[in-house]
């Protein structure tokens, strides 16, 4: 299933950083496969650079997916970027700081298990 990944504002150049950085990410790359989306979706207006979608197949989970957007955000200069992750009819909004429970209310949302310590 794909997960889609916009920001809350436009802004191609966070876009293209968000991309790399998943790019660079071996589980995602390997397994996920970020893509620029050629269609925003249906009732959305947008640029080839303003959605990410990652398919998340054998490999890859949704907790790493969020977790490695969620660095991302955080690795990022000034306020943390509002993104919208969504998956199948399941849409959920980061902004603002994330602590454990949000995370874990993220990963759940959108259907997977939170990570697991080991």
């Avoid at 794909?2 to 660079?24: E, F, K």
């Avoid at 650079?49 to 197949?57: M, R």
């Avoid at 990022?76 to 009819?89: A, L, Q």
Wanted: glycine residues 10%; negative net charge.
């Amino acid at each position: 299933m794909n997960v889609r990944l916009t920001l809350g504002h436009s802004d191609t150049d966070a876009m293209v950083s968000l991309w790399q950085w998943l790019d660079d990410q071996p589980a995602v790359h390997r397994h996920g496969r970020p893509q620029w989306a050629q269609d925003p979706g249906e009732g959305r207006m947008g640029g080839a650079f303003e959605t990410i979608l990652v398919l998340v197949e054998n490999g890859l989970t949704i907790a790493q997916l969020v977790v490695a957007v969620l660095e991302w955000r955080a690795s990022r200069p000034g306020p943390e970027p509002e993104i919208v992750i969504e998956r199948g009819p399941v849409t959920f909004t980061v902004s603002g700081a994330v602590d454990d429970e949000t995370l874990r209310k993220i990963i759940e949302a959108l259907g997977d298990e939170p990570p697991h310590d080991e």
